[in-house]
């Protein structure tokens, strides 16, 4: 999985509860991405990070924010769950073909949220 | 695990067959597309790419092919295996914009022993 975990990969919480979810690269590329995967939907970008303290949305960000301290960690939080945000969450990396990469995103082996 | 493929159009072919997916996308300035891979429970897996400065790309068992004047993409598996039964899709990057993919919603290919 190009050096991504994601943690914790299940959880199960109650509406109203925060919920912190975690990825972590090894690859040292510029670029972290949230999504969501929901049947009919496909792939949703939720935020993403060009670089250690610079996010921003995407299409679907309401309810969700995130956090890059480091290079290698990129989290994703849920403030008060909702059961609209049970879904499987994937975080994604890439590095730019301007410095050195393909612009491929590669994901992580996702977390399978469920909100009671 | 299973959701990933629900309500998606279905491919079914018999093992040793070619298999040919195909994904439409809209937007004339993209010049970047990925196929990948989806098995149940498990993340996107990259398959193949291609720039759009060409017209066709080969990897193992695989073959990506860009015709830009319709805008379509078409993925060819060679000798489909059972091992290849995921959903597939495909997902294009918007040339001078930002690192952002568009996503395909993918199709299920199934392969019958």
């Known amino acids: 999985d190009a050096g991504i975990t994601q943690s914790p990969r299940h959880k199960v919480t109650e509406t109203g509860t925060p919920v912190t979810l975690r990825c972590h690269q090894t690859e040292n590329h510029r670029y972290m991405y949230w999504y969501r995967q929901d049947p009919g939907h496909g792939l949703r970008l939720i935020h993403y990070?060009?670089?250690?303290?610079?996010?921003d949305k995407g299409e679907v960000s309401d309810g969700y924010s995130v956090s890059r301290s480091k290079t290698e960690d990129f989290l994703l939080t849920l403030e008060s769950a909702t059961s609209s945000q049970t879904s499987v969450y994937f975080c994604a990396i890439s590095e730019s073909r301007s410095s050195g990469g393909t612009d491929t995103q590669y994901f992580g082996p996702g977390t399978r949220l469920t909100v009671l | 695990g299973e959701s990933v493929g629900l309500h998606l159009p279905t491919l079914s072919v018999q093992e040793g067959d070619n298999s040919i997916i195909n994904c439409a996308y809209s937007?004339?300035?993209?010049?970047?597309f990925i196929w990948y891979k989806q098995e149940s429970g498990k993340g996107p897996q990259f398959i193949i790419d291609i720039r759009s400065n060409m017209d066709k790309r080969q990897g193992q068992r695989v073959t990506v092919l860009l015709n830009k004047t319709v805008k379509h993409l078409s993925l060819q598996i060679a000798a489909t295996q059972p091992g290849d039964s995921a959903v597939y899709f495909c997902?294009?990057?918007?040339?001078?914009?930002?690192?952002?993919?568009?996503f395909g919603k993918g199709m299920k290919l199934t392969v019958n022993p």
């Open positions: 937007n004339s300035a993209s010049d970047y």
């Open positions: 990070s060009y670089g250690v303290k610079d996010t």
């Open positions: 997902a294009e990057k918007v040339r001078g914009g930002s690192e952002k993919l568009v």
